[in-house]
């Protein structure tokens, strides 16, 4: 097997991690044609579902994905890149990571982790 199988899955999830720190970062998915703009160009390119189109990660916000490498499993259906996360922030709400909220398993409390390294407002503003 030389990658992910695309026939079985169009779509594949992708788990994206900071190559230095090994933060997880965020959850994606790319197609075929997401999957070889990022081994062409070096920048991660996902597949937007709410979009229906290539997201090419930070084509909007600045904040993007130099791919330092990448993994996919046992059974060629899910990915693993690891980034130099360009900007400080993987998450579109201006977090570092899309996982900043912390479920307390006893109380249920959600409680929010780390500081916003942008406003979301201010770089996704509609002109």
Known sequence: MNGPDFNKHPLIPV???DDQTGD???LAYMNQQAYEETLQTGQVCYWSRSREKL???GE???NVQRLKSLYFDCDADTLLVKVDQIGG???HEGYRSCFFRRID???RAVHVEGQRVFDPDQVYKKS
């Open 55 to 57: 997201w090419r990660k």
């Open 15 to 17: 788990i994206a991690q």
């Open 105 to 107: 398993p006893q109380t």
């Open 60 to 62: 909007e916000s600045g």
């Open 24 to 26: 997880v970062l965020m």
């Open 89 to 91: 922030a993987a998450c």
